[in-house]
């Protein structure tokens, strides 16, 4: 890994969260990041290091007002993620690059995004696409009847009728997330609950970070565009996360077809600091997400 962070030339970051996802922002437009999958994989171990959902990168782009690279918090490369996004419009508009009215360039194409006075994010986002309303998998002895929907990212939405803050929806949402059936990119898994036609629950177990978040921003947005296309919502939708945080999406359905897609939510600045070489440095990230791949004796 091309070392980030030395006495004689510290890197600064900021720590931010979007709904509850929380990630490691860092201006990269000098292209000093190196191995960024290693990074990502060192600096967002919690406890050991600053902890975060994943790594986003700010990069020039020849499309765009700037290019955002997202890396879960397992080093993966994502194609796109919405919180994320939100809270990149915001570090790039506080930080000088970007105006409040802005073009980023994902993985996924280019999405706009305009930052609000007290902070709070609107991301326009391209037509969720590939809705297959009945997509049952089989899971053990149990056959789950859920709905596939690609917002920038695959998900896979499951609805829950009563419990859904008292179940553990981890087991499920693994063996969803790495069912054969969904290979080889996995889903998403986003579990919801109808509280009237323009508010729902979500929670949502998420790949790359494998296990569940406390928001997801493109999951809120299959969660409520799926929904409506069932017609169980109507635009807009606010979105209870397990953060505790109300996101809102807004929509427009023509013959069954969602578009003029927006997420609306808070993008908030925790921390800003600079990185010294124990951030990276001397522990294994590796051991500590799996130490029984890793054991050595």
């Not at 020039?60 to 994320?84: E, I, K, V, W």
């Not at 009728?161 to 969904?182: C, E, F, K, Y």
């Amino acid at each position: 890994m091309q070392m980030q962070a030395s006495k004689q030339d510290p890197l600064t970051f900021s720590k931010m969260a979007g709904g509850g996802n929380d990630f490691v922002i860092i201006d990269n437009r000098s292209g000093r990041i190196g191995d960024a999958a290693a990074l990502t994989r060192r600096i967002c171990t919690p406890h050991l290091s600053v902890g975060a959902d994943g790594l986003i990168l700010i990069e020039h782009s020849p499309r765009a007002t700037f290019r955002m690279r997202y890396f879960n918090q397992d080093g993966g490369l994502a194609d796109f993620c919405a919180n994320g996004t939100r809270c990149a419009a915001r570090f790039a508009f506080v930080n000088v690059i970007a105006p409040k009215r802005m073009t980023i360039e994902t993985d996924a194409g280019v999405v706009g995004a305009e930052v609000a006075d007290g902070g709070a994010v609107t991301l326009s986002l391209p037509p969720p696409r590939a809705f297959a309303a009945e997509r049952p998998l089989r899971v053990g002895e149990r056959t789950i009847r859920g709905s596939s929907i690609l917002v920038g990212v695959p998900h896979y939405v499951i609805y829950v009728r009563d419990g859904l803050w008292s179940h553990d929806v981890v087991p499920l949402g693994r063996a969803i997330r790495t069912h054969a059936d969904l290979a080889p990119a996995g889903a998403n898994v986003n579990f919801v609950t109808i509280c009237d036609e323009h508010a729902i629950e979500v929670r949502t177990y998420e790949r790359g970070v494998e296990a569940e978040t406390l928001s997801c921003g493109s999951g809120v947005v299959a969660s409520a565009v799926s929904s409506a296309l069932f017609a169980k919502t109507k635009s807009p939708v606010k979105v209870l996360t397990r953060s505790g945080i109300t996101l809102e999406v807004s929509f427009a359905l023509d013959g069954g077809v969602p578009h003029d897609v927006q997420l609306r939510g808070d993008a908030r600045i925790v921390y800003r600091a600079t990185m010294t070489p124990e951030t990276v440095e001397g522990f294994d990230p590796e051991w500590v997400r799996n130490p029984a791949e890793n054991v050595m004796c």
